[in-house]
């Protein structure tokens, strides 16, 4: 059994009444909430992971989901949690963030 579905509570945004906003799941949001206490290494966003994460190979998304390392041998920082996904899942987790619309990019008027 995976512990993916909550992974999608972060990065995707919600409207005012706490509702996910149709269309923009996995977009990336800032996070709105903090430790009570001080947590070193803690994020103020979550990224965009629809698409795969910006910049990320499909193999570099397994392997993060693997163990929690990314790109560059940097932990992902809490309240991500150290993803320990066995090979199957984290290939299953890293094609669907593939087939998702990535975010797409704001047109300046």
Same mark, same amino acid.
């Given at each position: ?26 977009? $990336? ?5 903090? +430790?009570?206490? &001080? ?6 966003? =979550?990224? /965009? !992971? *629809? ?20 790109? $560059? ?5 809490? +309240?991500?949690? &150290? ?6 899942? =984290?290939? /299953? !987790? *890293? ?15």
């Amino acid at each position: 059994m995976t512990r993916a579905a909550p992974c999608s509570d972060c990065p995707s945004p919600r409207d005012r009444m706490g509702r996910f906003i149709a269309g923009r799941d996995l977009q $990336g949001v800032p996070i709105d909430f903090q +430790p009570l206490h &001080p947590v070193p290494g803690w994020r103020t966003a =979550a990224p /965009a !992971i *629809a698409g795969l994460p910006v910049g990320w190979s499909f193999e570099q998304t397994v392997h993060f989901l693997e163990t929690g390392w990314m790109p $560059g041998g940097i932990r992902a920082g809490p +309240p991500t949690p &150290p993803f320990r996904f066995n090979h199957y899942d =984290a290939r /299953a !987790i *890293a094609t669907y963030l593939q087939s998702s619309p990535p975010p797409h990019k704001e047109e300046k008027r």
